[in-house]
């Protein structure tokens, strides 16, 4: 259909492109347009847009889906417009030059503008490689792994509960008394013993304590107004309080380690997040986010990130691709439609949690996530797993849902290294009572439920075989 507009520099003259023109990986017959050579592989309309940006095009991006794609992913849609020409007519930028023309192609896409966005998008590729070669140099060159094997210690010094030092000490105490027949010198020795470990724990605890901050209970409201200036803490653990947000003035705790904020209402998460540059562990479960700044993206030391339990959180923003060290990542009883498309680029993910949302299919390009050593997708409506999932050669559990599950490789179902839990989310209930079910909170009854499953899901590692089902088997004949 012929244009409304003859004006070059309004958007329905703009210049289209579907990630599917480049990419190296399709087949002229699924819609590449130039060399699979000059091409990229598997480009997402994001990317392409990113690229232009840099080289200071006008873009466009249209929820478009390309006609001759088969997969309709929400990862593989989108429309990139450029504009070319202004509205005298004359180029936008005389470095994109629209002389030249493929042969054999019909279309109006100019070959060489395709060769330089392909060199830009590389260069920044070579670029990123480099500087994290350039940090991982730095990192074993300094004391980093010392300060790290420090700082565990004291984690463990500190979940060394007192009851625990009270129980070894009364060993060491009971040893004392059995061995003072054949060793008078051993008394005194353990005796030391016991006193130099009760004594470390205790000076251990209190070191402990001057960087850590707790905050528990209903009955606060806001934080404390001197916490602001205690820039030096470590970690902050602050649960089922009635505080909705999280100050801005933490950006100035760049030492926190440790952001623990679960069951406060917490509406939204700072933007200064991303100036804690030795952030490794965030816990928001249970709160009401609504969405995830990206400003998360640049906390490129996380390793472990918790989001279950917001009911809104529907979408991660692309930013998050950057946490190339996150290795645990739990968004669970959320409502994701699909894996996020940032989360497929995080090379380092050994767990990921993603059970009860509202999956129905897995992602064809799943194997980038070549580390992923378990999957829970129990509680979601997924019907088929994809062969690409073979790929995954380090895979070592995955839970799913049976109820609408039609195919799934039988790589996965027979090879040995593999502990396949297939659960029915459909299991019998018999009412009890004594507990009023319906006096119970539906946050803390999906707590318990996830607590009950983990329990359930970690007794299973040991055995030698794995159940087909829970509670509940439906077979039916067809004749």
């Not at 990139?80 to 054999?104: A, H, M, N, P, W």
């Not at 003035?249 to 540059?277: C, H, M, Q, S, W």
């Not at 946490?323 to 497929?344: G, M, T, W, Y």
Request: charged share 30%.
């Amino acid at each position: 259909m012929a244009h409304l507009t003859t004006n070059p520099a309004d958007k329905e003259r703009f210049l289209c492109i579907y990630p599917s023109y480049i990419n190296s990986k399709k087949t002229l017959a699924e819609g590449r347009r130039i060399a699979a050579e000059k091409g990229v592989e598997n480009p997402s309309c994001t990317e392409i847009r990113d690229v232009l940006v840099a080289a200071g095009l006008n873009v466009l991006v249209e929820n478009k889906m390309y006609p001759r794609e088969w997969n309709r992913d929400v990862q593989f849609r989108g429309r990139v417009r450029i504009q070319i020409k202004l509205e005298d007519g004359s180029l936008c930028q005389d470095k994109f030059s629209s002389s030249k023309y493929s042969k054999t192609d019909r279309r109006d896409i100019p070959v060489y503008d395709l060769s330089l966005i392909r060199d830009l998008w590389e260069g920044r590729v070579k670029k990123q490689k480099q500087r994290q070669k350039k940090e991982e140099e730095r990192v074993s060159q300094s004391a980093l792994a010392r300060v790290d094997q420090q700082w565990q210690y004291r984690i463990a010094c500190r979940k060394l509960k007192s009851a625990e030092v009270a129980a070894l000490q009364c060993y060491l105490d009971r040893s004392c008394d059995q061995l003072h027949t054949l060793h008078n010198g051993t008394q005194c020795y353990l005796d030391r013993s016991c006193d130099q470990l009760h004594t470390l724990h205790d000076d251990t605890d209190t070191e402990n304590n001057k960087f850590i901050f707790q905050l528990n209970g209903d009955k606060w409201m806001k934080l404390p107004e001197d916490l602001q200036f205690m820039t030096y803490l470590r970690e902050w653990h602050i649960h089922a309080t009635r505080i909705r947000e999280i100050p801005a003035y933490i950006e100035a705790f760049v030492d926190l380690r440790v952001l623990d904020v679960p069951k406060n209402g917490l509406t939204k998460i700072p933007e200064e997040i991303g100036k804690l540059i030795s952030l490794r562990e965030l816990n928001v479960n249970y709160n009401k986010l609504r969405s995830i700044p990206a400003e998360l993206g640049e906390c490129e030391n996380l390793e472990r990130l918790e989001m279950t339990g917001n009911g809104s959180l529907s979408e991660l923003p692309f930013e998050l691709r950057s946490l190339q060290k996150l290795k645990h990542l739990d968004v669970s009883e959320n409502r994701f439609a699909s894996i996020p498309i940032c989360v497929l680029r995080m090379e380092n993910l050994t767990c990921l949690d993603i059970s009860n949302n509202r999956l129905t299919d897995l992602p064809e390009d799943i194997d980038r996530l070549e580390a992923l050593e378990t999957l829970f997708l129990h509680r979601n409506r997924v019907r088929r797993v994809p062969m690409t999932m073979t790929n995954l050669v380090h895979l070592k559990m995955l839970v799913i849902s049976a109820d609408e599950l039609y195919s799934i490789p039988s790589h996965i179902v027979d090879s040995p290294d593999i502990k396949l839990i297939r659960l029915y989310d459909n299991p019998i209930s018999a009412p009890d009572e004594d507990v009023d079910e319906a006096n119970v909170d539906a946050e803390v009854k999906d707590e318990l439920e996830k607590e009950f499953m983990k329990t359930y899901i970690e007794s299973l590692q040991d055995r030698d075989t794995q159940p087909m089902y829970t509670t509940k088997v439906s077979l039916s004949c067809l004749l």
